[in-house]
């Protein structure tokens, strides 16, 4: 009879551990299905976010994707390909980049001392980030003979004149309108948006060319400080 006994508790005992292994089981194949939905429920905000990922991305490698100005169409055409042209120009320093472009072979000339021996300021430019405004060529054809003489043969008047053109940090042109200080100290204006931006009384030719450590605007005219 003890036996008996004995043997119906064992097989109660092992029957509710049977029970309460099913309850284990039931409750970690929930919670998994639970997770696995939350999972599941996740992917598309994490789908949405990888796109949106790549589209920063694509927008940081394309040189073209700030360009503002009505002449970057002809700009792109003079300049279509090489280290001159939009993409070129991304891939060097500023000074560097400036020196490839065919329409900015005076301004080259100024900064890396061939105008005056006595003013070089590569290294400078390609030492630091920049907003630079760059007359392009035709810009300095329209200054008269005689200031672009006295411009080779006092230096301290061309720093004067050539750091008036260039703004510390990079700056695009969702944000460049207003007063900007300058390298030389003093402030030039921008005014206008989109393809009608002006620096003081220069339009903006094509404006947002990327360099490696610069944000460029060509410039129709020579800016020139208070003398």
């Known amino acids: 009879m003890k036996n008996l006994r004995t043997r119906t508790a064992a097989a109660g005992l092992a029957a509710l551990a049977l029970l309460a292994l099913g309850a284990c089981s039931s409750d970690d194949s929930d919670m998994s299905g639970s997770s696995e939905e939350t999972m599941t429920e996740e992917s598309p905000m994490a789908e949405d976010m990888e796109e ?6 694509d927008m940081a490698m394309d040189p073209a994707a700030n360009l503002v100005g009505a002449g970057c169409e002809a700009y792109a055409e003079e300049v279509p390909e090489g280290d001159g042209s939009i993409t070129g120009m991304s891939t060097d320093p500023v000074a560097v980049a400036a020196s490839n472009n065919p329409m900015l072979t005076t301004l080259t000339s100024a900064v890396s001392g061939e105008l005056n021996p006595d003013v070089d300021l ?9 907003t630079v405004f ?17 411009l080779s043969t006092d230096a301290d008047l061309l720093t004067t004149v050539l750091t008036y053109h260039v703004v510390p940090g990079q ?3 969702e944000d460049i309108s207003g007063e900007l200080e300058t390298v030389q100290g003093e402030t030039v204006e921008v005014t ?7 620096v003081n009384d220069a339009n903006v ?9 610069a944000t460029v605007y060509l410039v129709d005219s020579v800016l020139m400080p208070s003398m």
């Open 205 to 213: 030719i094509c404006g947002g060319v990327m360099t490696q450590n």
């Open 192 to 198: 206008g948006s989109g393809d009608e931006l002006m």
């Open 134 to 150: 760059a007359p392009v060529d035709d810009a300095f054809a329209a200054v008269d003979a005689e200031t672009i003489d006295t």
């Open 52 to 57: 949106s990922e790549d589209m920063e991305s």
């Open 171 to 173: 700056i695009l042109p």
């Open 122 to 130: 590569v290294d400078t430019l390609n030492g630091d980030e920049f």
